[in-house]
């Protein structure tokens, strides 16, 4: 059975106390004038009127700074709750009608957003947020790593997003995929030169002009431009540029002396890349000059892969995009696949699960979306010494399959920690329970699965005793199996049996 759930800390408990006094202090402040006079005409309304400055002194100010991330995150998550019951806000905060309620939510997020904040991720807040923080970063000068999401009316918000990025000087990290542009980059190649990681996968809105402002940022070792508008010349020219700057850096070092060499790594040590249309005398450079590579991603294939072999660091493989045996992935994997940790594996034609068994037992996390397989069904044996996926602890298996091909996989991972499955929906309790009546999972701690057509809660009551470990149970609602009432009635059950273990979408 799942473990009971535990006392929370005193840190935990204050942090959940301060989200709900936030939402209570917002729902309260809010109150408009329109709102009050439809809900009692005749009645008189006490509001509380804020002071912002002492409400960002009360929240943060004798708070230790290392605290100051997880009020942020509390302190938003009250604000989104009393968004979400305040009546007047249905408009998803419009100039419409009254704008008190927008000015008092708007002044609680800059209030109460910790100015010593250094990670900021956007991407989980709901879109108001969003965008009153990306207004406002000219007062988040601490910034290192900044993940933007962006929202409905991002272009309005752009030039004002812009300006203040320029501010921002501390930034080590950047994420902006899909909706990044040439503007955006050279702002960063102008003022955060010592940024580290560049993720802007996605963007189409990047192109062969941002490559001269990337060739700026000389401290990253982190660069991914999948699926952007930067072309195979432009690609090439990034890659030369960045050969020219870390030759010229060592040819600098060799004329200092012993003692004034540093012993940092030079510019542009590329540890992640990821990028697409690549060709072969492009996986040739990477091999000769950028060996400190661990983790690559290439999308759209036309290349051989096995040119890949003789990246000596390489541990983290993602492909998107191409076909095992054309593209040469089968020859990588047989010379390379003994030192690989990740393999993950997107739009992939004719994979083969038996040579990845056999040559990949290293693996620790295995990813398979919307590919397609060999048309042989692997099957487990014992012509082979070595034990297949001993090591593996994550399983990502989103293809319309045979349940044989989810079988061969399921039968071996002893270690298994977490197991997502989506788009067969064959899959039911009999399944389940054969699987762990020869693999009893005893590590698998999340378990989900999609669209389901035949499982039931029997199954999740069948996880629970196999699996000691098993905190989280996802897709339920998905599953024909289980109907809502049966579904509030088992969520019901477990609270009051105070189980650790969480019911996810």
């Given at each position: 059975?799942?473990?009971?759930?535990?006392?929370q800390?005193?840190?935990?408990?204050?942090?959940?106390?301060?989200?709900?006094?936030?939402?209570?202090?917002g729902?309260?402040?809010s109150?408009?004038?329109?709102?009050?006079?439809?809900?009692?005409?005749?009645?008189?309304?006490?509001?509380?009127?804020?002071?912002?400055?002492c409400?960002a002194?009360?929240?943060?100010?004798?708070?230790?700074?290392?605290?100051?991330?997880?009020?942020?995150?509390?302190?938003l998550?009250?604000?989104?709750?009393?968004?979400?019951?305040?009546?007047?806000?249905?408009?998803?905060?419009?100039?419409?009608?009254?704008?008190?309620c927008?000015?008092?939510?708007?002044?609680?997020?800059?209030?109460?957003?910790s100015?010593?904040?250094?990670?900021?991720?956007?991407?989980?807040?709901?879109?108001?947020?969003?965008?009153?923080?990306?207004?406002?970063?000219?007062?988040?000068?601490?910034?290192k790593?900044?993940?933007?999401?962006t929202?409905?009316?991002?272009?309005?918000?752009?030039?004002?997003?812009?300006?203040d990025?320029?501010?921002?000087?501390?930034?080590?990290?950047?994420?902006?995929?899909?909706?990044?542009?040439?503007?955006?980059?050279?702002?960063?190649?102008?003022?955060?030169?010592?940024?580290?990681?560049?993720?802007?996968?996605?963007?189409?809105?990047?192109?062969?002009?941002?490559v001269?402002?990337?060739?700026?940022?000389?401290?990253?070792?982190?660069?991914?431009?999948?699926?952007?508008?930067?072309?195979?010349?432009?690609?090439?020219?990034?890659?030369?540029?960045?050969?020219?700057?870390?030759?010229?850096?060592?040819?600098?070092?060799?004329?200092?002396?012993?003692?004034?060499?540093?012993?940092?790594?030079?510019?542009?040590?590329?540890?992640?890349?990821?990028?697409?249309f690549?060709?072969n005398?492009?996986?040739s450079?990477?091999?000769?000059h950028?060996?400190?590579?661990?983790?690559?991603?290439?999308?759209?294939?036309?290349?051989?892969?096995?040119?890949?072999?003789?990246?000596?660091?390489?541990?983290e493989?993602?492909?998107?995009?191409?076909?095992?045996?054309t593209?040469?992935?089968?020859?990588?994997?047989?010379?390379?696949?003994?030192?690989?940790?990740?393999?993950?594996?997107?739009?992939?034609?004719?994979?083969?699960?038996?040579?990845?068994?056999?040559?990949?037992?290293?693996?620790?996390?295995?990813?398979?979306?919307?590919?397609?397989?060999?048309?042989?069904?692997?099957?487990?044996?014992?012509?082979?010494?070595?034990?297949?996926?001993?090591?593996?602890?994550?399983?990502?298996?989103?293809?319309?399959?045979?349940?044989?091909?989810?079988?061969?996989?399921?039968?071996?991972?002893?270690?298994?920690?977490?197991i997502?499955?989506?788009?067969?929906?064959?899959?039911?309790?009999?399944?389940?329970?054969?699987?762990?009546?020869?693999?009893?999972?005893?590590?698998?701690?999340?378990?989900?699965?999609?669209?389901?057509?035949?499982?039931?809660?029997?199954?999740?009551?069948?996880?629970?005793?196999?699996?000691?470990?098993?905190?989280?149970?996802?897709?339920l609602?998905?599953?024909?199996?289980?109907?809502?009432?049966?579904l509030?009635?088992?969520?019901?059950?477990?609270?009051s049996?105070?189980l650790?273990?969480?019911?996810?979408?």
């Amino acid at each position: 059975m799942p473990r009971c759930k535990q006392p929370q800390t005193l840190e935990a408990i204050a942090l959940k106390v301060f989200s709900l006094y936030i939402r209570n202090v917002g729902c309260a402040a809010s109150v408009c004038a329109t709102h009050m006079r439809a809900l009692q005409p005749n009645e008189d309304y006490d509001r509380i009127m804020l002071n912002m400055n002492c409400l960002a002194e009360f929240l943060y100010g004798a708070l230790p700074r290392v605290l100051a991330e997880k009020m942020t995150r509390h302190v938003l998550d009250g604000i989104a709750q009393a968004m979400d019951e305040t009546a007047c806000t249905m408009d998803e905060l419009k100039w419409t009608d009254c704008n008190k309620c927008r000015q008092v939510f708007e002044q609680m997020i800059v209030a109460g957003t910790s100015p010593h904040l250094t990670h900021l991720d956007l991407s989980p807040e709901p879109f108001h947020i969003r965008k009153v923080l990306c207004e406002n970063l000219h007062k988040l000068l601490k910034l290192k790593v900044l993940i933007v999401t962006t929202f409905y009316g991002w272009e309005l918000s752009n030039q004002t997003f812009v300006r203040d990025l320029s501010l921002l000087q501390n930034l080590v990290s950047f994420s902006m995929e899909h909706d990044c542009t040439d503007e955006i980059v050279h702002v960063l190649g102008q003022y955060c030169k010592q940024l580290i990681c560049l993720n802007v996968t996605g963007a189409v809105g990047i192109t062969d002009s941002s490559v001269e402002n990337i060739l700026k940022l000389k401290h990253l070792q982190q660069l991914h431009l999948s699926t952007t508008s930067v072309t195979e010349s432009g690609f090439l020219q990034l890659l030369n540029g960045m050969i020219k700057v870390h030759q010229e850096a060592q040819s600098r070092k060799s004329d200092q002396s012993p003692g004034d060499r540093l012993n940092e790594p030079g510019p542009f040590s590329l540890k992640k890349l990821g990028c697409s249309f690549v060709r072969n005398s492009q996986l040739s450079i990477l091999v000769e000059h950028f060996q400190c590579i661990t983790q690559i991603l290439l999308g759209t294939l036309q290349c051989d892969l096995s040119i890949l072999k003789d990246l000596k660091h390489l541990k983290e493989l993602k492909l998107v995009g191409g076909n095992f045996v054309t593209d040469n992935v089968k020859g990588l994997l047989e010379q390379k696949g003994s030192a690989l940790q990740v393999l993950d594996m997107l739009l992939i034609q004719d994979v083969d699960l038996m040579l990845i068994r056999i040559c990949c037992d290293e693996l620790k996390v295995l990813s398979l979306r919307s590919c397609s397989f060999k048309s042989i069904v692997p099957h487990n044996s014992n012509e082979h010494s070595l034990k297949p996926f001993q090591k593996l602890e994550e399983l990502t298996f989103y293809v319309q399959c045979s349940l044989l091909y989810l079988q061969f996989l399921l039968l071996s991972c002893r270690n298994i920690k977490l197991i997502t499955v989506g788009l067969i929906r064959e899959v039911d309790d009999k399944f389940i329970a054969f699987m762990l009546s020869i693999n009893s999972m005893n590590c698998l701690e999340n378990f989900k699965v999609y669209f389901s057509n035949h499982l039931t809660l029997h199954t999740v009551r069948l996880l629970m005793t196999c699996c000691p470990c098993l905190s989280v149970v996802g897709g339920l609602e998905t599953w024909n199996g289980v109907s809502q009432e049966e579904l509030r009635h088992f969520k019901e059950e477990l609270k009051s049996s105070n189980l650790a273990l969480s019911i996810v979408r």
